[in-house]
DNA sequence: CGAAAGGCTCTTTTT
DNA sequence: GAGCCTTTCG
């Protein structure tokens, strides 16, 4: 099969063009999936590359398991051996295998934003600050901030200008510590300690500057500066790195991604050329304008002018709602209709809205009107307590140094270890400068040098003596097995059955007890921490499901890459899009356009954008004025429907309510 | 010492 | 409106 047909011929020159580096600016609808795979199918039949010699990094796991899938088609079995994930899955890898190199455990645990909260306040706990003072999640994407342009604590410490800064020095120190301690990484040490790796130890990092011949990066203006530097140490040798991105669609500064590195890759790689996807297959010629009227505005843009073939097809339509109730209601009677008539089917409609809290009176409604939906990310699975909690059994068990996790589950279910006893216990532990489990250890070899009640000590000990043989056993039994005596030793499952919503739960855990069960094909050890790496760096959007017939309930930010036939993006006011806070923060209005434009890109053949003139926003009821990104767009491919039109569209809700707003 | 109830604050987007 | 924390009660 040859892999150029069916290319345009700009599309051929990015899949043609293998030696030395390469800039595809591509648009969206642009067929740069198509591209991407095809590129990579023809380095390995046309040019006979190994598929081993293939990194290709995408934004989401679910990206790159769609791009496995495709190549599986195209390559068929040694689509396998392509190295193929996100940053953070490639990175997780390399720490696993290399990581001892610089005292890193191969069973060491991923910490989640959540993991990273606790952590954090215990440092401010210990460093003696007042948390109501100083808001821990500052502390999170300060730390994280740093970590994404490489900054370690020490670094830091020469640029200091404030106290809060200072403090904030401090702060990052401990943490770094403490997860040093644990044996544990966030999602930016996954990065930033590969990054060091490479750094100090030459040798490894020639061995795989070596291995990889050709570097494809998906979605490169959502990069940060420490993966472009991963990047550039990777594609050291070859230089064969290819970067595929829009600076059109760059949505996740608030991050720490940085629009510098698509903007200056011709500037660090002179010798780069240099392809522009400018024909659109997906949208209608009046979707295209109207989006490109609303990024348009922006300065400093690299100017990508994107047109399509397409048929102009129906105007971009703004409806004006009296309530996001309204709203909600005018949304799903559409897709009703249309479903009615033929038109689409739920599976083809998105409802997009900026925040997730606004998808509560979309959903509210989309079960009123009995129309099936699925919603993407609000109530994650795992960040259910419950989830959370057998996960960190299973994380202690792996790694015993992860503190996060054990003082978690310490007293779940409650054995009568309080709060004053953790504390009196940590500040024993932290005394003797050893990680708690370690203390929970010498307590049990030696109950003297305990400084608590005999009746704590006791109670302490006998959490010990729980974990220890599990701890041995998951290296003999599989995951399931694992999981089960844990549920069963632990009495977490008679605890989780004795909440009011116990059924839901043991739900819950039955299901995580799923996908460890996919997880069972290696060695006991290596599938415990192959799960726990898959579900550490799992995301919501990974679970979309396809094949169901029902309407996406979706982010903006979460939309990018899919496309659908209908869309409608609810929320288009002046606060919401673009959104603003308090005082705190300035609103990035260039990446808040950016976001609609992305939003508006997703449609094929609808696109419906909706606002509300009164809105339920912190617990308070707001007026709200139509976005101001919509102004700029010619009347000519709008309808616009003012509130009265909506009102007949949209029949009332058939169950009577205390309250009409 | 632990559990339940009430008061408090904070509300963006996610690997 | 929800989750987190503190207070109160057992």
Same mark, same amino acid.
């Given at each position: 099969?040859?892999?150029?047909?069916?290319?345009?011929?700009?599309?051929?020159?990015?899949?043609?063009?293998?030696?030395?580096?390469?800039?595809?600016?591509?648009?969206?609808?642009?067929? @740069?999936?198509?591209?991407?795979?095809?590129?990579?199918?023809?380095?390995?039949?046309?040019?006979?590359?190994?598929?081993?010699?293939?990194?290709?990094?995408?934004?989401?796991?679910?990206?790159?398991?769609?791009?496995?899938?495709?190549?599986?088609?195209?390559?068929?079995?040694?689509?396998?051996?392509?190295?193929?994930?996100?940053?953070?899955?490639?990175? *997780?890898?390399?720490?696993?295998?290399?990581?001892?190199?610089?005292?890193?455990?191969?069973?060491?645990?991923?910490?989640?934003?959540?993991?990273?909260?606790?952590?954090?306040?215990?440092?401010?706990?210990?460093?003696?600050?007042?948390?109501?003072?100083?808001?821990?999640?500052?502390?999170?994407?300060?730390?994280?901030?740093?970590?994404?342009?490489?900054? @370690?604590?020490?670094?830091?410490?020469?640029?200091?200008?404030?106290?809060?800064?200072?403090?904030?020095?401090?702060?990052?120190?401990?943490?770094?510590?403490?997860?040093?301690?644990?044996?544990?990484?966030?999602?930016?040490?996954?990065?930033?300690?590969?990054?060091?790796?490479?750094?100090?130890?030459? #040798?490894? /990092?020639?061995?795989?500057?070596?291995?990889?011949?050709?570097? !494809?990066?998906?979605?490169?203006?959502?990069?940060?500066?420490?993966?472009?530097?991963?990047?550039?140490?990777?594609?050291?040798?070859?230089?064969?790195?290819?970067?595929?991105?829009?600076?059109?669609?760059?949505?996740? =500064?608030?991050?720490?991604?940085?629009?510098?590195?698509?903007?200056?890759?011709?500037?660090?790689?002179? #010798?780069?050329?240099?392809?522009?996807?400018?024909?659109?297959?997906?949208?209608?010629?009046?979707?295209?304008?109207?989006?490109?009227?609303?990024?348009?505005?922006?300065?400093?843009?690299?100017?990508?002018?994107?047109?399509?073939?397409?048929?102009?097809?129906?105007?971009?339509?703004?409806?004006?709602?009296?309530?996001?109730?309204?709203?909600?209601?005018?949304?799903?009677? %559409?897709?009703?209709?249309?479903?009615?008539?033929?038109?689409?089917?739920?599976?083809?409609?998105?409802?997009?809205?900026?925040?997730?809290?606004?998808?509560? *009176?979309?959903?509210?409604?989309?079960?009123?009107?009995?129309?099936?939906?699925?919603?993407?990310?609000?109530? @994650?699975?795992?960040?259910?307590?419950?989830?959370?909690?057998?996960?960190?059994? /299973?994380?202690?068990?792996?790694?015993?140094?992860?503190?996060?996790?054990?003082?978690?589950?310490?007293?779940?279910?409650?054995?009568?270890?309080?709060?004053?006893?953790?504390?009196?216990?940590?500040?024993?532990?932290?005394?003797?400068?050893?990680?708690?489990?370690?203390?929970?250890?010498? !307590?049990?070899?030696?109950?003297?040098?305990?400084?608590?009640?005999?009746?704590?000590?006791?109670?302490?000990?006998?959490?010990?003596?729980?974990?220890?043989?599990?701890?041995?056993?998951?290296?003999?039994?599989?995951?399931?097995?694992?999981?089960?005596?844990?549920?069963?030793? =632990?009495?977490?499952?008679?605890?989780?059955?004795?909440?009011?919503?116990?059924?839901?739960?043991?739900?819950?855990?039955?299901?995580?007890?799923?996908?460890?069960?996919?997880?069972?094909?290696?060695?006991?050890? #290596?599938?415990?921490?192959?799960?726990?790496?898959?579900?550490?760096?799992?995301?919501?959007?990974? %679970?979309?499901?396809?094949?169901?017939? *029902?309407?996406?309930?979706?982010?903006?930010?979460?939309?990018?890459?899919?496309?659908?036939?209908?869309?409608?993006?609810?929320?288009?006011?002046?606060?919401?899009?673009?959104?603003?806070?308090?005082?705190?923060? %300035?609103?990035?209005?260039? #990446?808040?356009?950016? /976001?609609?434009?992305?939003?508006?890109?997703?449609?094929?053949?609808?696109?419906?954008?909706?606002?509300?003139?009164?809105?339920?926003?912190?617990?308070?009821?707001?007026?709200?004025?139509?976005?101001?990104?919509?102004?700029?767009?010619?009347?000519?491919?709008?309808?616009?429907?003012?509130?009265?039109?909506?009102?007949?569209?949209?029949?009332?809700?058939?169950?009577?309510?205390?309250?009409?707003?």
């Amino acid at each position: 099969m040859n892999m150029l047909d069916g290319l345009n011929p700009a599309q051929r020159v990015a899949v043609q063009t293998i030696e030395g580096p390469l800039l595809i600016l591509a648009g969206p609808g642009s067929g @740069k999936t198509r591209v991407i795979t095809h590129r990579v199918a023809y380095l390995v039949n046309t040019c006979a590359v190994s598929p081993k010699r293939i990194m290709a990094v995408t934004f989401t796991n679910k990206a790159a398991r769609e791009m496995r899938e495709r190549l599986h088609g195209l390559l068929g079995r040694t689509a396998q051996d392509l190295s193929l994930g996100t940053f953070h899955a490639i990175c *997780a890898g390399i720490l696993r295998r290399e990581g001892k190199a610089m005292g890193l455990t191969p069973s060491y645990v991923i910490y989640d934003e959540a993991d990273q909260l606790s952590l954090i306040k215990r440092c401010l706990q210990e460093l003696n600050l007042d948390p109501k003072r100083y808001a821990p999640k500052y502390f999170v994407s300060g730390i994280s901030a740093c970590k994404s342009q490489l900054i @370690k604590p020490e670094d830091y410490a020469l640029c200091v200008n404030s106290y809060i800064e200072e403090l904030l020095q401090r702060v990052y120190r401990h943490y770094q510590m403490l997860l040093e301690q644990s044996q544990a990484l966030d999602f930016d040490d996954l990065l930033m300690r590969t990054y060091h790796l490479f750094d100090t130890h030459p #040798e490894i /990092l020639r061995r795989y500057q070596s291995r990889y011949l050709h570097l !494809l990066i998906d979605e490169f203006q959502d990069t940060n500066a420490t993966q472009y530097a991963l990047a550039k140490q990777m594609g050291g040798k070859y230089r064969n790195i290819c970067v595929v991105g829009d600076p059109d669609q760059s949505i996740y =500064s608030w991050r720490y991604a940085d629009l510098r590195n698509i903007l200056s890759f011709e500037k660090d790689f002179p #010798e780069a050329r240099v392809v522009f996807l400018e024909q659109n297959y997906r949208s209608t010629m009046n979707i295209l304008e109207a989006a490109h009227t609303v990024v348009s505005i922006n300065e400093n843009r690299k100017e990508n002018r994107l047109w399509t073939d397409n048929a102009a097809g129906l105007p971009v339509r703004i409806a004006e709602t009296y309530s996001e109730a309204e709203e909600a209601q005018y949304v799903v009677s %559409e897709i009703a209709t249309l479903s009615q008539q033929g038109e689409a089917r739920p599976v083809d409609c998105a409802v997009m809205y900026r925040t997730n809290a606004q998808s509560r *009176a979309i959903e509210e409604a989309f079960v009123r009107y009995g129309l099936p939906y699925q919603l993407v990310g609000s109530v @994650k699975f795992y960040e259910r307590r419950e989830v959370k909690d057998v996960l960190a059994y /299973l994380r202690l068990i792996h790694n015993p140094y992860d503190s996060v996790s054990l003082m978690r589950i310490i007293n779940v279910p409650p054995r009568n270890i309080g709060q004053r006893t953790i504390d009196e216990f940590t500040q024993w532990a932290n005394s003797q400068a050893i990680a708690p489990y370690t203390g929970l250890e010498r !307590l049990s070899t030696d109950r003297t040098v305990s400084p608590l009640s005999a009746r704590a000590t006791q109670a302490l000990i006998s959490f010990y003596e729980m974990i220890q043989p599990l701890v041995k056993k998951s290296t003999e039994v599989n995951v399931v097995d694992l999981l089960d005596t844990v549920l069963d030793v =632990s009495g977490y499952k008679a605890h989780a059955l004795s909440f009011a919503d116990g059924e839901d739960r043991w739900e819950n855990i039955l299901e995580l007890r799923g996908i460890a069960a996919d997880h069972q094909q290696a060695g006991p050890t #290596e599938s415990l921490s192959s799960f726990l790496e898959a579900v550490a760096l799992f995301t919501d959007v990974d %679970e979309l499901d396809e094949r169901r017939d *029902a309407v996406t309930l979706i982010t903006l930010h979460q939309a990018k890459g899919l496309e659908f036939p209908v869309v409608f993006i609810t929320g288009c006011e002046d606060g919401l899009i673009p959104l603003h806070w308090g005082t705190l923060e %300035e609103t990035d209005l260039a #990446e808040e356009r950016r /976001l609609l434009f992305v939003g508006m890109t997703r449609a094929r053949h609808r696109l419906l954008l909706t606002h509300a003139r009164k809105r339920r926003r912190h617990g308070k009821l707001q007026k709200c004025q139509v976005s101001p990104f919509l102004a700029d767009i010619e009347k000519q491919l709008l309808d616009r429907l003012a509130h009265r039109a909506v009102k007949k569209r949209a029949p009332r809700r058939d169950q009577p309510t205390l309250f009409e707003l």
